[in-house]
């Protein structure tokens, strides 16, 4: 499908991820991952800020508020949280946590999982999306979330490198 995979490898694609038990027959499957050069804590840290803006293009998706540059104390999300929050109200929910390593939500009829994977000296940030829709509207729908996702991806990672980049200077 057009705009189903960015940034991804093979294995990264057959990989199981948690949003996967909750639609086992999907029509939509995308999947997205960038690598960030910092140690995974770092990264699940900004990962756990989806909870306080969806860090993509603000003005679409978040009234034109800015989401949060800083890095906030937040306690683990937890199952029946609200996944994010934009236009101004929460949005979404927690559907599943495995804490510094992958938070699985639900949004807008879409299951989503977020993956922390170590890669090397720094981690990877995947995110897979799966939602069963008419297959007309599939295609569609993965390069709206292609476009919107990769930005969120790229946003998290410049923000957690950012704050190594800030403890390292301190």
């Given at each position: 499908m057009i705009g189903?995979?960015?940034?991804?490898?093979?294995?990264?694609?057959?990989?199981?991820?948690?949003?996967?038990?909750?639609?086992?027959?999907?029509?939509?499957?995308?999947?997205?991952?960038?690598?960030?050069?910092?140690?995974?804590?770092?990264?699940?840290?900004?990962?756990?800020?989806?909870?306080?803006?969806p860090y993509s293009y603000d003005l679409v998706d978040n009234l034109g508020r800015r989401s949060p540059r800083d890095l906030r104390e937040l306690p683990e999300p937890a199952v029946g949280d609200p996944f994010t929050r934009a236009f101004g109200l929460d949005q979404g929910r927690v559907v599943a946590v495995e804490p510094g390593r992958e938070l699985t939500a639900r949004i807008m009829g879409a299951h989503m999982s977020y993956a922390v994977v170590p890669d090397g000296d720094g981690c990877r940030l995947l995110l897979k999306v799966v939602a069963r829709t008419s297959r007309p509207v599939a295609p569609v729908l993965s390069l709206g979330d292609l476009v919107m996702a990769r930005k969120q991806l790229l946003t998290l990672k410049e923000l957690a490198e950012g704050d190594a980049r800030a403890v390292r200077d301190a």
């Open positions: 189903d995979r960015w940034g991804v490898s093979e294995a990264e694609v057959a990989r199981a991820y948690g949003c996967d038990a909750f639609e086992p027959a999907p029509t939509l499957q995308a999947w997205r991952g960038v690598s960030v050069a910092v140690e995974p804590a770092a990264v699940w840290a900004r990962v756990k800020q989806v909870r306080l803006a």
